[in-house]
């Protein structure tokens, strides 16, 4: 059935207004509707019609696994928004081809099996199929991905309109027109309750999706074990990258309580963060003098992670994610990105992220507690007031202990004790828990210091070897870093990196430039450089297609030569003109007969006229002059009757 002038246009208009795609719209739409006013149609065989569908097939398999790779099963929402620009060579083929529709056997891969494994074709393979109709249904199945208020509305009057063409004519227009409005209403009420469930059932979708396909679980981790981090420290793959002015400590998550040797985040929960134009953690008006900026580059595996954030942050910017979350001990997770990721912390003297003190941040587990209360004594940290008592830390440690990266499976009052070396997570154990001996409230915090400058990228080389742990005390109304653990830990690390690691750091930043350009956003959020990789190859198969027969064609010129075969002075040649201006297209081999029926055009008045168009053509008596004119008459009345709907 042919579609309606416009109506394809129409469709892509709607689509790009939808998808903020209309620099794509708008070209393609013209393309579309100057067809009738070009004067010829490629003479196209079977083998170029499957060529173009090949064509097609390959760049909708392409971009499926580009997408999906890169945003996991988001990635399927945005292949959904760029169907009309995926099919849009097979629809204009078909427009622009003497045969004006296209083979079901040139569609189906196993229609064109049969033929190669039998010889012949599939009984249906020549059944003629108008792809007008299903690539406008796709045009509007692609702008729901970004519907607006506006939707349904627009949808609602698309689809009346291509209905409309299609409604049986022996129905009275308003009695169509009051089952549209019925229906109409009743998609709206139903849709209310869709949009309701939409948000939910997405998350449900792609999460599972993100597990069964990716095995990916939450990247949160609710504890840690003193132990955990010197396994990250024998590599020095570089993690992060962070532009700031000064060295950082970058905290992923903190954590409240140790039970034996493990630590917990206890009566944790996440809160997700709105997006904007940039994402607002805090509303607190910042001092000027107090606030800085570190520009972070970080790696998301199958795009799930943590941000490494400085203490203080209170707005994200740069950072192009679709859900970001934070929980109350000051971790920040973010799902649903891509795998390299470029943000900008703004962090200042408060601690947003962090929620006041409880009653775990001063819990001290019953085997350690008397002999660290002994250490307090010793220490007379219970006279001293708190930013004495991290100075009086700070020195007890840096001047009685070393770092090493020896100490295994060594418990806290070994390394208090006896032998007065660890690494990171000792110190910041023992500090948290002598903090809270004397009553200020503290937690352990994990995450990367970024201390070493590496002049060539004008920025902090952050490896998996600097993963390092500190305290957080709560001083003065804020949560402060305290990292007692010896200064000179960062070299002694250096010393022990291995004598190729220049050469992975050249590889690696050729990777992180790659990468990069691979998933900025700044020149193309959706990725367009991709269909612009494939629009090439498009322009080659339309180069070749061009240089085939090209033939002379109108539909009016058709419609003449229709009219002048032998019997074209029949009136019935009139009803026929009409049902194909109409866009009721007769297949090919089928009769008049079999083509009223299936339009429900058959009625006893139809069937008279048809017997006698019969008649007027091959009987070689014909119609006499009577049976002519009334003929003639009851044409005259079936076309009026027609017109008016």
Not at 311 to 340: I, Q, R
Not at 348 to 361: G, Q
Not at 385 to 410: H, I, R, W
Not at 553 to 562: G, I, L
Request: proline letters at 4%; a positive charge.
């Amino acid at each position: 059935m042919k579609h309606p002038p416009l109506l394809l246009a129409a469709a892509l208009l709607f689509w790009g207004w939808q998808s903020h795609l209309l620099t794509f719209a708008l070209p393609m739409l013209l393309v579309l509707e100057v067809a009738p006013w070009v004067k010829w149609r490629w003479a196209l065989t079977d083998k170029d019609f499957r060529r173009v569908v090949d064509f097609t097939s390959a760049a909708l398999i392409i971009t499926t696994l580009y997408l999906f790779s890169q945003d996991s099963s988001h990635g399927l929402m945005k292949l959904l928004n760029w169907f009309p620009v995926l099919f849009f060579l097979l629809i204009t083929v078909q427009i622009y081809s003497t045969a004006g529709t296209v083979k079901l056997g040139n569609l189906l891969l196993s229609l064109r099996r049969y033929e190669k494994k039998f010889g012949k074709p599939h009984p249906k393979a020549n059944l003629p199929i108008n792809l007008a109709y299903p690539y406008f249904i796709t045009c509007l199945l692609s702008a729901s991905v970004n519907n607006s208020v506006w939707f349904y509305t627009g949808i609602s009057v698309l689809l009346a309109w291509g209905l409309w063409t299609m409604r049986p004519k022996r129905y009275h227009f308003s009695v169509f027109a009051l089952l549209l409005l019925i229906a109409i209403f009743v998609g709206y009420i139903a849709q209310l309750g869709i949009y309701r469930l939409h948000s939910e059932v997405e998350s449900l979708v792609l999460s599972w999706l993100n597990d069964i396909l990716w095995a990916n679980k939450d990247p949160y981790r609710r504890n840690t074990a003193i132990g955990d981090i010197i396994n990250l420290k024998q590599s020095n793959k570089i993690r992060l990258r962070v532009e700031a002015s000064q060295p950082l400590l970058l905290q992923e998550a903190s954590y409240n309580v140790l039970i034996n040797k493990t630590w917990i985040a206890k009566h944790t929960y996440f809160k997700e963060i709105m997006p904007g134009d940039s994402w607002l953690i805090s509303a607190d008006k910042m001092k000027p003098n107090s606030m800085a900026t570190a520009t972070i580059s970080a790696y998301l595996k199958n795009g799930k992670g943590m941000l490494a954030l400085p203490n203080g942050t209170f707005k994200l910017s740069k950072l192009s994610m679709l859900h970001l979350y934070y929980n109350n001990l000051g971790a920040v997770k973010v799902e649903n990105g891509p795998d390299l990721i470029r943000y900008t912390a703004h962090f200042a003297d408060k601690t947003p992220l962090n929620t006041p003190p409880n009653e775990y941040d001063l819990l001290i587990p019953k085997p350690p507690k008397s002999y660290l209360i002994e250490l307090s004594k010793d220490l007379e940290l219970s006279s001293q007031k708190p930013t004495a008592v991290v100075q009086t830390l700070t020195e007890f440690f840096e001047n009685n202990f070393k770092y090493s990266l020896n100490l295994t499976g060594a418990s806290l009052e070994d390394f208090l004790r006896v032998k007065r070396a660890g690494h990171c997570e000792y110190f910041a154990t023992a500090t948290v828990l002598l903090l809270r001996t004397v009553g200020i409230p503290s937690r352990y915090a994990s995450g990367y210091a970024a201390i070493e400058w590496n002049s060539w990228e004008n920025a902090y080389l952050v490896r998996q070897r600097h993963a390092h742990a500190w305290a957080l005390a709560y001083i003065n109304g804020r949560w402060q870093t305290v990292d007692t653990t010896v200064a000179d830990w960062a070299n002694i690390e250096a010393e022990s990196a291995a004598w190729w690691t220049p050469i992975y750091d050249i590889a690696s930043w050729i990777s992180y430039q790659f990468s990069k350009w691979r998933w900025s956003e700044e020149e193309n959020s959706e990725n367009q450089w991709l269909l612009w990789l494939i629009l090439p190859l498009a322009l080659i198969l339309i180069w070749r297609l061009y240089s085939r027969k090209r033939v002379k064609s109108s539909q009016a010129q058709t419609n003449q030569q229709v009219s002048t075969k032998i019997g074209g002075d029949s009136p019935f040649f009139q009803i026929i003109q009409a049902l194909t201006i109409a866009g009721y297209i007769r297949l090919q081999g089928e009769t008049l007969t079999v083509w009223l029926k299936r339009l429900q055009l058959l009625d006893v008045d139809m069937q008279k006229m048809l017997k006698l168009h019969q008649r007027y053509r091959f009987d070689s008596v014909g119609l006499n002059s009577e049976e002519q004119a009334n003929f003639t008459r009851q044409v005259q009345i079936w076309l009026k009757g027609f017109l008016k709907f």
